[in-house]
């Protein structure tokens, strides 16, 4: 019930938006965020949002570079990243949480999406 888009081929230093669609009507993510994981590496955080507030967390190494929103009204977070860059390559998870706390934790998040594919090239 989590549908990411937006994943790509980008040349170093652009850009490109990451979508995350909820759906189903029952479905609670009081919290959605974006983890990655790149070839051969742990998973990684990246940004979470609080649905109702807004409130945002960014992992240290992506802010000032990455930046999460939502869009309630279509039930959607987004993941702008900007001045991208050949390690940023991965594959971009959307995920959500019942509890409405603000967590890096990948155990703590109820819900995983598919994932989409961001690739940088140099």
């Known amino acids: 019930q989590l549908q990411a888009s937006g994943g790509g081929l980008v040349q170093a230093g652009g850009s490109l938006r990451l979508s995350c669609a909820a759906s189903g009507g029952t479905f609670s993510r009081n919290v959605m965020g974006w983890f990655r994981q790149a070839p051969g590496k742990e998973r990684e955080f990246v940004a979470a949002i609080r649905w109702n507030t807004g409130s945002t967390y960014h992992a240290d190494s992506m802010k000032g570079r990455f930046a999460i929103s939502r869009d309630s009204a279509k039930s959607t977070a987004y993941l702008q990243m900007n001045s991208l860059k050949p390690e940023d390559t991965a594959v971009y998870y959307c995920?959500?949480?019942?509890?409405?706390?603000?967590?890096?934790?990948?155990?703590?998040?109820?819900?995983w999406g598919q994932g989409t594919l961001v690739t940088v090239s140099s």
């Open positions: 995920v959500a949480r019942r509890l409405g706390v603000l967590t890096s934790t990948p155990a703590e998040y109820d819900y």
